[in-house]
């Protein structure tokens, strides 16, 4: 049984067993993928009586490092900090206009800097996928703006049920305000409200899953340093509720489920004698292929993220074995319009060097300009005078996952270009600021006289689209016993940050699954 901190407190975590999956075995219901989507499918399933294997192809995160902790810092990549790579991919890529990548050990780290041709798609890899490296911003999108993210599910039981229930789930709470007011590490994010609101913009506090007691404890120096001592993108180890909080020890305790990590499915086809035929790839923590295997599901539920469920249902498609599969497999794929900047504030105008690393401050200028921009952490431990943003933007360009038979790769054909739409949308914001503070854009951020942040996603969506790739809850008709549960079935944007979403959307479904299909 490991031990985990719930919120900084060390408890006793059930942890699902984790014997690897055996070749040969049948099972009944098989989950590609341990995030948002997988993990809600694993739980549910398991609940309603029904033996669930995860098949995961990052490691499980819940073993120290040399340095006695499980995660690398943000500000001191090591081999855990990036999946398979011989030098870091920081989504900063400059600072003060030098390059910040450094060489690291290749190794099966947590966070994936995905390359296609026109954009870096950033995801977490290991049990609890994105959760593990996220900003644990939990939004829920205006109502009405859903009509247009989801446009085939009914608003109502959304907001009634499962946006509530993944809240309630995910344990999503807002920061304390008069905390707010007065915390030295939410300095930067007082300043970003108050040039907001001097420029007219509405001001908003974005709801987290960290746990803000513990970041109290932080700011007074009584435990362990977590959002506080700069730790983001490579895991958190203290105050972070991810999915090995709140999910994971929820489908442990259900004793009918086992997780294969370092496992990865490469294939799934009809078998003879009915379900599927799986095929998995057990790898070593170099990247190497250290045994095959192939076992058979009566039911197969793709929660591989958005890219991950679409790079494989577009090759399985294309490459024969789930040769009926529909043409919408691979479209409708979006970056949430994530575009990033910085801003230089005046000398007067300090962000504070000391800044949590866990937004909780934005600015909503969806109706007016299509814009939510975040007021991000620049935590770099000394004062930099920046105000650095992550805008969510409607930016309206779709790409399309297509298998390329020259390269056996899946492309995506996403154009740097197409960000455009979305840089406008943030400098609804951004322009008017600078103009009424006499300030400027920062050049330094993302490479040399480069102002946008707009070579990356942080929120891939889309690829197997609801109710157009899926049938309107994630069946693939043309295989019963096959369903996608991710990032994957929504078309692109959420208006806000994904995961409230990707989990909201993951219950209602299967609840319609489990009641219908079993
Ligand atoms: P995801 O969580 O990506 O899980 C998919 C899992 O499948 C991963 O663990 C993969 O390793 C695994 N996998 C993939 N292919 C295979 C295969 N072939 N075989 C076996 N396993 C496989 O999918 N969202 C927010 O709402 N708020 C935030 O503050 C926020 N911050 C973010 C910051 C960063 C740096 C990043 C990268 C993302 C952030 N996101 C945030 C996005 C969010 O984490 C993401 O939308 C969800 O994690 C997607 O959930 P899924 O269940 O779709």
Known sequence: MASASLGGRAVAAPRAADAAISNGSRVSALVIGSGYGGSVAALRLAQAGIDVHVIEMGMAWDTPGADGKIFAN??????????????????????????????????????????????????????????????GMAVTPKRENFRAILPSVDPNEMY?????????????????????????????????????QRSGFPFVFVPDVYDWDYMKQEQAGTVPRSALGGELLFGNNYGKKSLQKTYLPQIAATGRVTISPLHRVTSVTPASGGGYTVVIEQLTTTGAVSSAKSVTADTVFFAAGSV?????????????????????????????????????????????????????????????????AEVAPLPTGIETWASFYLAITRNPNRAQFTWNPSTRQVDLNWQTAWKRAGIEMAKSIFDRINAKEGTI?????????????????????????????????????EYPGLYVIDGALIPGNTSVNPFVTITALAERNIEEIVANDF
Not at 168 to 191: K, M, N, Q, S
Not at 308 to 328: C, F, Q
């Open 441 to 477: 854009y920062r050049t330094d951020l993302f490479g040399i006289y480069k102002i946008w942040g707009d070579h990356l996603t942080y929120h891939p969506l889309g690829g197997a689209v609801l109710n157009k790739a899926t049938d309107n809850y994630g069946r693939i008709a």
């Open 74 to 135: 943000t500000t001191s990549p090591d081999e855990r900090s990036y999946w398979l790579r011989t030098r870091t991919k920081q989504p900063l890529s400059h600072f003060l206009g030098f390059p910040i990548d450094r060489a690291i050990p290749r190794y099966t780290g947590i966070l994936d800097a995905e390359e296609f041709g026109g954009i870096t798609v950033y995801q977490g890899r290991g049990v609890g996928g994105g959760s593990l490296v996220n900003g």
């Open 160 to 196: 009634d049920v499962y946006y509530p229930r993944a809240n309630a789930e995910l344990g999503v709470r807002t920061i304390d305000p008069a905390w707010f007011e007065t915390a030295e590490c939410y300095h930067y994010a007082r300043v970003g409200r108050k040039q907001a």
């Open 308 to 372: 991950g469920t679409s790079k494989l249902l577009v090759k399985l498609k294309a490459t024969g074995a789930l040769p009926n599969l529909n043409n919408e497999i691979g479209k409708g794929w979006g970056d949430n319009g994530n575009v990033m900047c910085g801003r230089a504030n005046h000398i007067w105008e300090p962000t504070g060097c000391l800044q949590s690393s866990i937004p909780t401050a934005g600015i909503d200028n969806w109706a007016a300009g299509g814009a939510f």
